[in-house]
Nanobody
Framework: VQLQASGGGLVQAGGSLRLSCTAS????????VGWFRQAPGKEREFVAV????????SYADSVRGRFDISRDNAKNTVYLQMNSLKPEDTAVYYC????????????????WGQGTLVTVSS
């Protein structure tokens, strides 16, 4: 399965962006999908994850209440709506998928997208 992340860009603090993660295979609809991010000089960290039917989701404490993850399995796409962005949200954002129940561990994911850069200016 190949993933294509898009929607990144430059935004001022307090602004919003919506990231998209589109998959090449229909098996995506039975995969849990997570968003992770990596800032310069830092390790990749968990942001949000959604179950394969979209009934369950989990968020990192740093984004809870500001970010919302959703999916449209008919379009093989998962979204990350990011509101009230802060400079510390600046990072390359990656989407990743795995079969089975979702986790927050990067090592549990089977396939990854190429990443999209989000830059939040102060």
């Amino acid at each position: 399965v190949q993933l294509q992340a898009s929607g990144g860009g430059l935004v001022q603090a307090g602004g919003s962006l919506r990231l998209s993660c589109t998959a090449s295979a229909r098996t995506f609809s039975t995969s849990s999908v997570g968003w992770f991010r990596q800032a310069p000089g830092k390790e990749r960290e968990f942001v949000a994850v959604i179950s394969w039917l979209g009934h369950s989701a989990s968020y990192a404490d740093s984004v809870r209440g500001r970010f919302d993850i959703s999916r449209d399995n008919a379009k093989n796409t998962v979204y990350l709506q990011m509101n009230s962005l802060k400079p510390e949200d600046t990072a390359v954002y990656y989407c990743a998928g795995r079969s089975g129940w979702y986790t927050t561990k990067t090592s549990d994911y089977d396939y990854w997208g190429q990443g999209t850069l989000v830059t939040v200016s102060s």
